[in-house]
T-cell receptor
Framework: DTEVTQTPKHLVMGMTNKKSLKCEQHMGHRAMYWYKQKAKKPPELMFVYSYEKLSINESVPSRFSPECPNSSLLNLHLHALQPEDSALYLC??????????????FGDGTRLSIL | EDQVTQSPEALRLQEGESSSLNCSYTVSGLRGLFWYRQDPGKGPEFLFTLYSAGEEKEKERLKATLTKKESFLHITAPKPEDSATYLCAVTNGADKLIFGTGTRLQVFP
């Protein structure tokens, strides 16, 4: 069992829908991340939150909107997605952004399919 | 440019046949090298962190080593349950992980 919990595990949505992905961790970690992973590829970084503030946005299209309501929760709001956005979306957390070289711990992801 | 290269892309082993996976890296100021295991449909599972050349870490049948240019993940007497994709990643401290493309390991009974 992972200590980073993601819901839902699977999501199918149309291109006009609005949905949200949720991530939760209770390890006291202060950095949280969203990644996108396509089949047989490594994870690609999308966003980084450090102390609940957005610190990195890897030029992600505006149809993806992250939110960090508190230090334990991370959301990814989805709107008007394209078929090429179908992928495994992974959330990760790490202990303290002030200490370099901390490992990131991943959830099991949300498998997203866009019709 | 920071980059990570893993080899081989795929590896098939007989149960009990020991082998090594390679991770070569180029990074401006290594702050950590990480090994992860990923099963199909799951997120990467953290295995090891290595910080400096000469460092070694062990866990069950796995042993990770680090030099100034590469890391090895040695698998001793593997079992079918060791089958997975093994990912190597590095960081230069900028909150980003730079991943290699992984090695897909299959262990047959």
């Amino acid at each position: 069992d992972t200590e980073v919990t993601q819901t839902p595990k699977h999501l199918v949505m149309g291109m006009t829908n609005k949905k949200s992905l949720k991530c939760e961790q209770h390890m006291g970690h202060r950095a949280m991340y969203w990644y996108k992973q396509k089949a047989k590829k490594p994870p690609e970084l999308m966003f980084v939150y450090s102390y609940e503030k957005l610190s990195i946005n890897e030029s992600v299209p505006s149809r993806f909107s992250p939110e960090c309501p508190n230090s334990s929760l991370l959301n990814l709001h989805l709107h008007a997605l394209q078929p090429e956005d179908s992928a495994l979306y992974l959330c990760a957390s790490s202990q303290d952004p002030a200490f370099e070289g901390q490992p990131q711990h991943f959830g099991d992801g949300t498998r997203l399919s866009i019709l | 440019e920071d980059q990570v290269t893993q080899s081989p892309e795929a590896l098939r082993l007989q149960e009990g046949e020991s082998s090594s996976l390679n991770c070569s890296y180029t990074v401006s100021g290594l702050r950590g090298l990480f090994w992860y295991r990923q099963d199909p449909g799951k997120g990467p599972e953290f295995l090891f962190t290595l910080y400096s050349a000469g460092e070694e870490k062990e866990k069950e049948r796995l042993k990770a080593t680090l030099t100034k240019k590469e890391s090895f993940l040695h698998i001793t007497a593997p079992k079918p349950e060791d089958s997975a994709t093994y990912l190597c990643a590095v960081t230069n401290g900028a909150d980003k992980l730079i991943f290699g493309t992984g090695t897909r390991l299959q262990v047959f009974p």
